[in-house]
Structure formats: structure tokens, C-alpha cells
């Protein structure tokens, strides 16, 4: 499984950004599409997460209410709108999937894809 993330970018404190992450590959097997991020000298944390079957999400308390997940079947694709940015939202976003039905423990996830930079101004 190959996980392509894009959508990153530079935008201002209260401004939007959406972020996708297309698979390919093998994909069938895969359970659970998540989101996480990382700042500089932290851990990487869950943000968010989709059940690629039934759609159910799953949401960090920080973004709740602010970021959407949704999957697009027919494309394979997984995105994550966010809104109301805050300056602590800057981190490398990557996109994660997993065979089994995990939902935020990153150590659990099989496919990884590249970060895509978000950058959040004050």
C-alpha cells in the first residue's frame, strides 16, 4: 500500500487548509485511514481517523470540532479539512492506514505516507 499526502501549506490563525492522502496498491485490506501530526521535538499524535467500510470518525479532543475526516471510496482517498487554524496545529501532517481496527495508536499503523508541511502564522 502507497499513501500520497498533499495539501499543506502556509496560512494565517483562524484561516482553512485541506489536506489528502490518495492510496494505491493493495488497499482492500486496509481497516482504518488515520491522520497525525508532529511538531519539532514532539511525539507524533493522533488527529484523526476513518473506518474505511463504515465510515464511523474518530477525532483528537484538540481538533474536535474543527477538522473534518471523509473518505472518498471511488477515489481511494482519505482528506482532512481544517478549519479555524491555531498556531499549535503547525506540524508535519502524515497520513497512516491500518490493516486492523486501530484508531490512535500510531505504533500500530502499517502504511505510512511522506509528511506534508502545515504551517500555521499568528
Known amino acids: 500500500v502507497q499513501l500520497q499526502a498533499s495539501g499543506g501549506g502556509l496560512v494565517q490563525a483562524g484561516g482553512s487548509l485541506r489536506l489528502s492522502c490518495a492510496a494505491s496498491?493493495?488497499?482492500?485490506?486496509?481497516?482504518?485511514r488515520g491522520w497525525f501530526r508532529q511538531a519539532p521535538g514532539k511525539e507524533r499524535e493522533f488527529v484523526a481517523a476513518?473506518?474505511?467500510?463504515?465510515?464511523?470518525?474518530y477525532y483528537a479532543d484538540s481538533v474536535k470540532g474543527r477538522f473534518t475526516i471523509s473518505r472518498d471510496n471511488a477515489k481511494n482517498t482519505v482528506n482532512l479539512q481544517m478549519n479555524s487554524l491555531k498556531p499549535e496545529d503547525t506540524a508535519v501532517y502524515y497520513c497512516?492506514?491500518?490493516?486492523?481496527?486501530?484508531?490512535?495508536?500510531?505504533?500500530?499503523?502499517?502504511?505510512w505516507g511522506q509528511g506534508t508541511l502545515v504551517t500555521v502564522s499568528s
Open positions: 497512516a492506514a491500518a490493516n486492523s481496527l486501530v484508531i490512535g495508536n500510531h505504533r500500530r499503523y502499517d502504511y
Open positions: 496498491g493493495r488497499t482492500f485490506a486496509t481497516t482504518v
Open positions: 476513518v473506518t474505511w467500510s463504515g465510515g464511523s470518525t
